[in-house]
Structure formats: C-alpha cells, structure tokens
Nanobody, 115 residues
Framework: QVQLVESGGGLVQPGGSLRLSCAAP????????MGWYRRASGKERELVAI???????HYADSVKGRFTISRGNVKNTVYLQMNNLKSEDTAVYYC?????????WGKGTLVTVSS
C-alpha cells in the first residue's frame, strides 16, 4: 500500500506561480512513475505531467513551457512547479504513483486561478 501526501494548492492570480509537492512516506520501494493529474469542474480527469524513475518526463500540451515536474532528493517525492498560471488551470490536482503495475492516488489539492 502506498499513501501519497500532497501539499501546495491554493488561490493565485493569473500569471502567478504555485508549487505542488507529493510524498510517499514509508514506501520502501522506489516508485516507477510519479505524476500529476487534474480534474476541473464538470470535466474528466486529465494527465498534467509524469516523471519516471530515470527522470524522463511527459507533459500535457496545455502546460508545456509553463509547468515543470521534478523528483526530490528524498526518495519517492515529486514536485510540480506551475508558472504563468491561467484560469483554465483551475482544478483539483491529484498526485499519482505507479508501483508494480498498480496506481495509487492522493486525495487531491485544489488550485484556483482567479483575480
């Protein structure tokens, strides 16, 4: 069982920045893939960015050049640096981890981009 702990959501003005953090404390195995997904109100959940154990990354087209995903020095941590935020980035952001073919999800953190 992998528990994911997210932090860093909040309210920010358009053009602003936020940094999301996700950790899997207590996981003794190195997680293969970690990433972030989001679900906006009335929409399906969508991939935002993922990073593999070897630090290969993949981004949704809508966030390329604005968001950066990275792994922390502490094992099984991942960050999402979000710059130049837009109103359409408003959503609940979920941390995801894949371990031995099983998906694990965090509870989500709300990001609201509004003036």
């Amino acid at each position: 069982q992998v528990q994911l702990v997210e932090s860093g959501g909040g309210l920010v003005q358009p053009g602003g920045s936020l940094r999301l953090s996700c950790a899997a404390p207590g996981s003794i195995f190195s997680i293969t893939v970690m990433g972030w997904y989001r679900r906006a109100s009335g929409k399906e959940r969508e991939l935002v960015a993922i990073i593999t154990k070897t630090e290969s990354t993949h981004y949704a087209d809508s966030v390329k050049g604005r968001f950066t995903i990275s792994r922390g020095n502490v094992k099984n941590t991942v960050y999402l640096q979000m710059n130049n935020l837009k109103s359409e980035d408003t959503a609940v952001y979920y941390c995801n981890a894949v371990l031995r073919g099983t998906d694990y999800w965090g509870k989500g953190t709300l990001v609201t981009v509004s003036s």
